[in-house]
């Protein structure tokens, strides 16, 4: 199968979004010579083009297509083709209402913006075959193309009467018989047991609670019809160009797709990140996305979209400040990025998203973004030979999976305080900030690999994750465990005892007699720390090695962390500090060290290959002792003994 | 006609909602021996079982419930059978699509939660009749049925065409003309006269402000039509089992039903009561909802649904600390309740509602929840001999009207910091940290054997009601009125001069100049207190016997607080402390007690029958002095001088 | 044409809606002596009398309106006459649903509010001019007759299918080709390309952000529908009565309407004003709206609604202090209006509105309300014949276009903490509290009389209006213009370089390099004060003679101010000490001086004819220096070197 080396050839992708209709083909000759002048490597085209290439139902106009393809190909750059069934144009709503989806409550979701497509119209998609075979076929051979780009940010979700009878299939295929579906979905509560497949709906709009199983298998469906699209329109263009890879752009941590299926299903993995320049763990949001998008991959993947500037689409919208587009740009590729990518290479003067930054902003040529940007595409060129196809290694693995979050995420929880992501994230900033490479994997996954494993919290695991848990402790592996983890099996029903019989026993708990959630802002005092979010009113069961007590309050003395051999239980979310402090000395004594020892705080270390990245994330330069002498690949310098970085500056060093 | 002691038989009833369905037969046996061993003496049947027994249009399976209800009657344990009728089986919103409620934005309500029935729909309502016939013909003569339960929380809304044309029956009986309807709404305001009853409708999603008499009769239409689905099915299982009481439970304090009108069609009152855990002031919500529940009894209630832990539907959900559950199930004894009911038995382990505890927690029977919940199960039946069907007496009269509710929460209004159940509970409160006992009462009631009547406030006031008030001050009673009472008719005409002018003949107040309504957080100062919500420019005729002024500000010198005579009206809510001394004050003055003296704030004290009910709510032990030598009923010892309660500990003192 | 002159014939008129349908007629008796006594000299009548005019489709019912009509000319009262047209009969919507609008998401409005009509219904519209036909017909000749007031507070939007009709009309008159509309809306981005005019429709709730120039033609297309709304009405009683002036309420500052494009179509304008007696800037929000209202009428205009004391529609309602009527009516006539009214003569007792305040409260004739308006109707008789026709004089222009707030007011934008009317409101708060008066203008229209022009911001500015702030600089004014202004073309086209070339030279701006919008609460530190909201990393192009730079931060040392000759630009917003100062200081250099030097903050004065007016908008009585002698025409004495004002007291002052 190809992958992104042969898109690559050897050197990082740096490029970005093309929208060559929204300009005169005047302006297509100067946006040549400014890539050219900033060192781009590729484009992607054709996202958003259907009402241009398909103006009136089953036209074609491919001239202004096949003058853009030309001339990237004539100023040597490659071309990330885009099927362009993101947006369907607007004859196809007028014409078709049925390719509209609905949303819960039954309102139309109308053309005027873009993925007004509902993924089980068989109209929408017999139209998004067709041009799809249809691009395919007209550039399978064109010279310039070298990877396949199918629609956008699949992101969307129907509720309409389509989408119900695909929902019934799906769940015919999935649980077979009625009366498994009913003791799947616990239909005995609320007599809600179904005596014919045509009473089963998409959860639409209640009156009250919805059955959380059957909003988990909506959300699992949506995910597969979502990947029925892509693949549909994948296996098009494979059959073209057998040779190109394909790829569609994740969102980043998006609930939406399961994307370690997904991830199995393209030749590339790409995602589009967007961390708030503001936000003072941006960097870790964007060292998570970029770490679990590696592990999707299981190599280099593809930064699709970033943003040189501001994006447009939160209440404020802050620019990058000087330095910051190179430094997380840097960052990607040091977490195992191979290209580099924007939306979009020209800001838009019109339409949604003129606020959003481009490559080149609205102050052109001249303005401090089109500046740093050229800067960013010399750095990328001499380091590039150094990079492409390289590996990282990381020795913990934090386990994560969209069932998981999906069944977790229900409406009647026992805390709404609590959520998948917020934990990933909290877990994920203690390792980062341990200067600890962390992958991602699914719970099912083979984690021999790993010295530690970390489970920041995995509310459904399924019988065969649990065996893995267990055979991967037995194997010598340490592991980790956050509270609400394995609390329900695949249907999301509620294991006996609240928590999996098998995992209690690891940890030493005889009973779990109660969760104790905290409040927003609430804290409980534990031996030498203070957890937030949860607390558990725990028994231990004599066999646990060492345990950490809560302190005072109505939890007094009982267990907060459990350990019994390599296992770990932790009852509450530690503070940070805490958090990392135990995750130091727990990958210590599995033998997982940091990158680098005595690193400053606001500076993050990663090795890819045998290079290792310094990324100075604080405003004021730093200094950094190094183990022995190195040459800076961004400089061309030696340096020995130390390496200072400016602000918000980055050191790439090879022994 | 039958009552609640036809169904307790001289003993406190125990236990809660079971859902067999759920689970599996051999569970059922096991179930039977927990509930054995917990003192359980009653189970509640067949709430949301329709779909288990009319699996398909027409058909019936009674056989498992067969099996259970000999199941309970072999175990002396006595069944409330429920009409399955508040969730309809998804057959019928997909063959029927008539009996889907639409809100007000024309919404469908569909099926896959709950209540997912229009109260209006002629369909609905003649399946709701024939299961209501079928379950009653089956199970009249079976031993171990004590008590109907109809439905379930009835709540639904519809603003749909069949409601609208029911909507409409019911105005005509109401008003009888439409210029009689025209007359009671103010159609002349904003050219809204009807011309044809076809044209009038539920106040559905308009431009700008609806109507407030439409909405107020709409709300009290939909508490009517719901009373009918209620009362028909009632009378279904009355023709059945003349001999056995009917109930209903309602929500504590839910703006949905008028339960003044509904207790007048119960033979036994039933309730479901979950305080927050974790509300500082959640025993005197529990307090409130069930001194409520006892004068709409007028006598002993049952408590049809508590929780033994945590919930399921808040933000965050607290388990009940050790103690507490014992503690409020005590309260409600001792307030009238001659039954402690649990949704639910076993905790579920799918569905909407797996995380809403249960009395056999996922910890199952080594969790501390069901090892609270067989202590609690002794003690009850400890007292029960001693209890049952035995009254408290209240000095203190507290008036609630739910039309004054449903007039006074209208949109454009005054304040929407102040609304009917808040003042409610402001004053309650008072009442209840003064040690001062409380029946609530209509204001149409016979109001003159208490010394003392509380009007926290009572924006709507028939003519009736005033008269009442004059009636029962000169009968010799003191009235004390909260701000905002006596403004509009029945029909939420504004009186002129802004509240009735007997009312102002009462109080000596001469002319409302302007209410002064306060921001959230503001204070206003008077003389002695603080006051928040709210502050009025009043005039006094100089017929009032005293006033507390308001002091600076733009009220400045203006009362604040008049007396005439044993009428008090005040205009503003003072401060917690201040209002519970001035009711202390005014209720001495009127010859109404605490229960005891000298009170640690934390003891709440009740009599009930020749019993003194003492509960701790505080974390630690506290003495309570005793008048005089005791027998606890709960340990069985006699004392004398002090009692000393453990954390969240009891005392039931005989004399 | 005619004017209000001919309606107010040398008094300032007095009164407000006078709604007498709502009570019965020995009220109106009543009313007629408390309206004699209060010195009202006008009522505005038949504003949401449709039903009771034409019960039924086609009946027509005048008698009652006759005879008001009547009563009001036997007093001496002028009638303002209403067409009923805001609020059609509930019969209207049930017999012609086309007639209801529809939101973006499909709802419907129904009737049970009021202007529950679709602009764009032609059966609407059919049934309003033949009412209005008939009303003028019937009036025309009454004696009593002054003024037409056409509808109310026109603010209805429809996104049904006969409103996407009539937008595609009003597409094909503005763009003429799909291709012109295309490359307006710029639909090259997202597939938005439109191959039949059938398929353009409103721009309906959509998956993902809407189309920005799609929802601005939408708004511009919206105001010209009520525009015809109201056109053809004004024409039908226009042809009745050509002597008569016609006109329609305004609300103050609603997006709404294009009010100088309608201004146009009004022989008087008129306004609703409502400032929140509790907003500290209660007083400046009022003269903003009267000065804008003024600027739009190009001379005397009138107040058709203000609270006489408090309203219905806040969270929380306050009632007017003692005094604070009178001061902000006599504001309104310091500012140029003619007619001082209400809504409503007497307060309801029914309906939505009955919490808003009426000349006659709830408290009747003896209540503070009627008391202090009274006083006012007796104050305005004194002041009537002095000021009535007179026109006030000012040396600023504020620039104001509804384009811009509509265009700039866009869903995906820099930053949502920066609104069109919040920069209004800021910039034109430095200036009142500078005591300098200003007038308000549109970005075309000719400024040369003004020696100072301030742009709070105008982000999209047409190339005319481009063309005539460089005109007016070059012909010796001054031009002061805050940021995020010239930013869009017509179109909401972003012009090359984030900024319009031409004022980029005008200010000495090279580079627009990036925004840096500023958080909530967020300041940015520069030479002298602090900004808020925005700053902006500006490069000079050296020709500036002035600059303020940014300190600190991320910009330390780029201009935060500049000034080249008589153009300012200011690139975030001062704190309001720091922008007073400015505009005070660049005003003095352009000749502009406050009406009075010297004077407290808590005093404003307005000079209008050879009146002074001094109001004391705090609660404390202040002393005022005066220029030479003076004579109060509100309390007929000579006042010489300085006059006292009492808490929310007022003179009136002829030199």
Redesign the interface.
């Known amino acids: 199968m190809p992958g992104l080396g042969d898109a690559t050839r050897g050197r990082i992708l740096y490029g970005g979004d093309y929208?060559p209709?929204?300009w005169p083909e005047e302006t297509w000759h100067e946006d040549v010579r400014l890539m050219r002048q900033a060192g781009v490597t590729t484009v992607t085209l054709g996202v958003?083009?259907?009402?241009?290439i398909e103006?009136?139902p089953g036209e074609r106009d491919f001239g202004w297509l096949d003058r853009v393809m030309d001339l990237m190909h004539e100023a040597g750059i490659g071309v990330v083709l885009a099927t362009?069934t993101a947006?369907?144009?607007?004859?196809m709503g007028?014409l078709h209402p049925d390719t509209l989806?609905r949303d819960e409550?039954?309102?139309?979701?109308?053309?005027?913006?873009?993925?007004?497509f509902s993924h089980s119209s068989a109209t929408y998609r017999r139209y998004a075959a067709a041009i799809t075979e249809d691009l395919a076929a007209r550039y399978a051979g064109h010279p310039a193309l070298t990877l396949w780009h199918i629609n956008n940010e699949y992101c969307?979700y129907d509720w309409g009467d389509e989408a119900a009878a695909r929902f019934r299939d799906w769940l015919r295929a999935r649980h077979e018989t009625l009366d498994a579906l009913n003791a799947a979905?616990?239909?005995?509560?609320?007599?809600?047991?179904?005596?014919?497949w045509?009473?089963?709906?998409p959860?639409?709009?209640?009156?009250?609670?919805?059955?959380?199983?059957?909003v988990l298998d909506f959300k699992r469906f949506t995910s597969d019809m979502l990947l029925e699209c892509y693949t549909a329109e994948r296996d098009i263009v494979r059959r073209h160009t057998p040779h190109l890879p394909v790829t569609t752009n994740f969102m980043p941590l998006w609930a939406g797709q399961d994307a370690w299926r997904w991830a199995e299903e393209e030749d590339v993995v790409s995602v589009d990140l967007y961390p708030d320049p503001?936000d003072p763990f941006g960097a870790q949001e964007g060292a998570l996305v970029q770490d679990m998008t590696r592990s999707q991959a299981r190599g280099p993947w593809m930064l699709m979209e970033q943003a040189a500037?501001?994006v447009?689409?939160r209440?404020?919208?802050?620019?990058k400040?000087?330095g910051l587009n190179r430094l997380w740009s840097l960052q990607a590729v040091a977490r195992g990025a191979d290209a580099v990518c924007y939306f979009q290479w020209r800001q838009?003067?019109?339409?949604?998203?003129?606020?959003?930054s481009g490559m080149v902003?609205?102050?052109?040529e001249?303005?401090?973004?089109y500046q740093e940007v050229t800067r960013l595409g010399a750095d990328l060129a001499r380091i590039s030979p150094h990079v492409a196809g390289t590996h990282g290694t990381a020795g913990v693995a934090v386990l994560h999976d969209w069932n998981s979050w999906w069944a977790g995420d229900?409406?009647?929880?026992?805390?709404?305080?609590v959520d998948h992501p917020g934990m990933l994230r909290a877990w994920h900033r203690a390792l980062w900030q341990a200067h600890l490479t962390t992958d991602f994997a699914h719970p099912e996954h083979d984690l021999s690999g790993y010295p530690l494993v970390v489970v920041p919290q995995l509310y459904l695991l399924t019988d065969a994750a649990v065996d893995n848990l267990l055979a991967y402790v037995r194997g010598g592996g340490t592991l980790v465990c956050g509270f609400l983890t394995g609390v329900a099996d695949e249907?999301?029903?509620?294991r006996?005892?609240?928590m999996d019989a098998r995992l209690r026993d690891l940890f030493g708990i005889?009973?779990?007699?109660?969760?104790?959630?905290?409040?927003?802002g609430e804290t409980v005092a534990c031996e030498g720390f203070r957890g937030a979010l949860w607390s558990e009113?725990l028994e231990a069961d004599g066999t646990a090695d060492a345990t950490t007590p809560y302190r005072g309050g109505?939890l007094d003395g009982l267990p907060a962390v459990l350990r019994k051999g390599r296992a770990w239980y932790v009852s509450t979310l530690p503070e940070p500090g805490a958090l990392r402090d135990l995750l130091t000395r727990i990958a210590a004594d599995a033998g997982v060290r940091p990158v680098l020892d005595g690193l400053p705080d606001q500076v993050e270390a990663v090795r890819r290959g045998d290079l290792l990245f310094l990324l100075n994330h604080g405003r004021e330069p730093v200094a950094v002792d190094l183990p022995g002498p190195h040459h800076d690949l961004l400089t061309g310098t030696d340096v020995t003994g130390r390496v200072t970085l400016e602000r918000h500056g980055a050191a790439v060093l090879r022994p």
């Open positions: 929208n209709e929204q958003f083009s259907w009402a241009r103006p009136r362009p947006s369907p144009p607007p004859w007028h989806p409550e039954g309102r139309t979701e109308w053309w005027g913006g873009r993925q007004h969307t979905w616990g239909t005995a509560f609320w007599s809600q047991g179904y005596g014919d045509a009473e089963v709906m959860p639409r709009h209640p009156h009250y609670l919805k059955n959380p199983t059957q503001r500037g501001a447009n689409w209440g404020v919208n802050h620019p400040p000087r838009s003067r019109q339409g949604a998203e003129k606020f959003h902003s609205h102050a052109g001249r303005g401090r973004t229900q409406e009647a929880r026992p805390s709404h305080e249907d999301d029903r509620v006996p005892g609240g005889r009973t779990l007699h109660e969760w104790w959630p905290l409040d927003a009113e109505e």
